[in-house]
């Protein structure tokens, strides 16, 4: 497996089937050239998409330094069960690393096994209940963060 950062908008648009929508390019150019996103695939031998991303973001305090976000991690149905998803999270940590962050985290479902299985076994530790709460906005004319 060869894990390498997306940096084109044709790479984003081959991960299509790994997001939950289509790429659209002014949103996948502004996530490209944003300081602190980072975009990781995932590519096996005898295939010519990625199949599996996981995508960070930087998110700096000035009292606290610069942390890690796993933004949303996602495998291929028919390559899962296959430590795809760890070695994506481990690299995204190790990216990380490599960039200052003092520590990375990921919101997940209480009730996804899955993931929760995937990001203890890539070393991640449970701290505890928090609730995630959302303002949903309307989308401008053109879509949504046009």
Request: charged share 20%; hydrophobic share 45%.
């Amino acid at each position: 497996m060869e894990i390498r950062q997306a940096t084109t908008v044709a790479e984003l648009r081959a991960a299509e089937p790994l997001f939950d929508g289509p790429v659209r390019d002014a949103w996948a150019e502004r996530f490209l050239a944003a300081a602190g996103h980072l975009m990781l695939l995932a590519y096996v031998p005898g295939t010519a998409a990625p199949v599996g991303m996981v995508s960070g973001v930087e998110m700096s305090h000035p009292d606290k330094g610069t942390e890690m976000c796993l933004y949303e991690l996602s495998v291929a149905e028919t390559h899962r069960r296959r430590g795809i998803g760890r070695a994506l999270t481990d690299a995204l940590a190790s990216a990380a690393r490599e960039r200052g962050c003092y520590g990375m985290w990921v919101g997940v479902d209480t009730d996804n096994d899955p993931a929760l299985a995937t990001y203890t076994a890539a070393g991640a530790e449970d701290e505890g209940v928090f609730a995630m709460l959302g303002w949903p906005f309307p989308a401008p004319p053109g879509g949504a963060g046009s």
